[in-house]
């Protein structure tokens, strides 16, 4: 065999190789049973993957979030932190306003294939949204000034949060009715695994919700508690998207 075949069979195991581990992450990810932020590996590339987060409660409540999440091209060996990249105008201290990256350097100092996973990158991202405050370590100063211990993508975020949350949330605000504007755009890439969603309209929507919510669906989540399935996981999230896509809608109304 020469070393043209060796090498290229080689590219391909490793190829197989990363795949498994990819959709191992995504298990994983299904078996946390994260509520309110979906992630998928796009359909023609597990490097790519497609995600959305609903918050619900704080400075950022009755948001709807699109990410995308790049990982590295040797993936899980490389010690490369993964990519996380906001759509358009989220003001955060962690979020980047050019680039619109997440810094993860919090969370991680490097990646360690043993240790992280994807789903933690996604529970990150909950609590930055959560508690925008807490996810920053800042201590203040003889005069009263508040600095951040370690570097923040947006430091003007940062400032504005420090100095007033009334100020603030105005430009969170301004976030969220973009973000809930721009929910309905043409997908700007095609992709099957691309999170589409469609404006609400309950002659086709609640049909579905309703079933969603049957008793018969509670008794499916109960008997699978202990060992959920993959197939539960998904009905879990399909529920939860549905719920949530409604209410996102009735804000997109409002907003209108």
């Keep these: 065999m020469c070393l043209e075949t060796t090498s290229t069979n080689n590219k391909t195991i490793a190829l197989i190789r990363q795949g498994y ?6 298990q994983l990810i299904e078996q946390e049973q994260l509520r309110g932020i979906y992630a998928i590996p796009s ?20 948001s709807a979030f699109r990410f995308s999440i790049l990982l590295p091209e040797n993936f899980p060996n490389d010690l490369t932190l993964p990519t996380v ?6 003001y955060h201290p962690h979020i980047c306003p050019l680039s619109h990256s997440l810094d993860l350097t919090p969370l991680f100092s490097a990646w360690r294939k043993d240790e992280h996973h994807i789903w933690h990158i996604l529970k990150y991202i909950q609590a930055i949204f ?95 508690a202990a060992s959920p399935s993959v197939c539960v996981a998904r009905i879990e999230s399909t529920r939860e998207l549905l719920l949530e896509e409604q209410q996102t809608n009735v804000a997109d109304s409002s907003l209108n």
């Design 43 to 62: 359909y023609f590339s597990g490097l790519l993957w497609f995600g959305v987060i609903f918050i619900h409660s704080g400075l950022y409540a009755e």
């Design 21 to 26: 581990r990819v959709f191992a992450e995504y």
């Design 130 to 224: 959560a508690d925008p405050e807490g996810s920053v370590c800042t201590r203040q100063t003889n005069d009263g000034q508040t600095i951040a211990l370690s570097e923040v993508n947006n430091m003007e975020a940062l400032l504005l949060l420090s100095k007033s949350r009334v100020d603030y949330s105005k430009r969170v605000k301004k976030s969220i009715a973009w973000s809930c504007k721009h929910m309905f755009d043409t997908p700007p890439i095609k992709d099957p695994h691309y999170i589409v969603f469609e404006r609400y309209t309950p002659d086709r929507h609640q049909p579905v919700i309703q079933r969603l919510k049957s008793q018969s669906w509670y008794q499916l989540r109960s008997q699978s």
């Design 85 to 90: 990249i906001f759509q358009k105008d989220i």
